[in-house]
């Protein structure tokens, strides 16, 4: 199971939220190269990068702070929050994402995004499935969609896309454990699914326990911040795989 860590930009400094409520953050770097200059020192080959300001429909930008990261790591880096546009997409590429990660406008626009992974590659676009009481939310966890997340990876699929990171935005931020519950049943009804878990995960346990039910990547986030999960415990995790 792959490991990436996540940074969370607002105002280009590294924050996290609780439940996705941005009156509710907390700033843990103003300086988020050297954060991520420290998960490749251990060894850490991904990088989840999630522009909020974006997200929420704010016109400031975090590219800036991807290119320094990008310039100054070797990392793999997923990059999201606001792409709503082709300009948005190359933008974010030109900045040094590799990959983009997204989430609204599969919903919203699904016919532009169709189009992106038509042009771009499946393995460019990084789909994300915000959850909550097992349907989709978008626009920064804002608005409700109806869409039942099966339902949402089966669209997915069907567009050949096999790696999607799922979130369930009651879990996120609280450092309550992940939902290995949801996940279990994701991965029952599509089998071959790249499945990368994102939210609550509190301690190297459940990055155990995820990794053991079969999910193929982890998202961590506040764990790190929060010192539960240490840098030496993620290389070690790393080093046994």
Known sequence: MQLIPAIDLIDGKCVRLSKGDYEKKTVYSNYPVDVAKKFEDAGIIRLHIVDLDGASGNDKSN???????????????????????????????????????????????????????????????????????????????????????????????ELKLETIFCTDISKDGMLEGPSFELYKEILKEFHSLYLIASGGIADYSDLLRLNEIGCSGAIIGKAFYEERITLRQMGNFIKNQ
Request: hydrophobic share 45%; glycine share 10%.
């Open 63 to 157: 590219l800036v702070t991807l290119e320094k990261i990008a310039g100054k790591t070797s990392l793999i880096i997923d990059f999201g929050g606001g792409i709503k546009t082709t300009p948005n997409v190359n933008s974010a590429f030109s900045a040094g994402a590799a990959i983009i990660n997204v989430g609204s406008v599969i919903v919203k626009d699904p016919d532009l995004f169709a189009e992106w992974v038509e042009n771009f590659s499946p393995s460019k676009f990084l789909p994300g499935a915000d959850v909550l009481d097992h349907k989709i939310k978008i626009h920064g966890w804002k608005e409700e969609t109806g869409i039942d997340i099966l339902d949402f990876i089966k669209g997915l699929s």
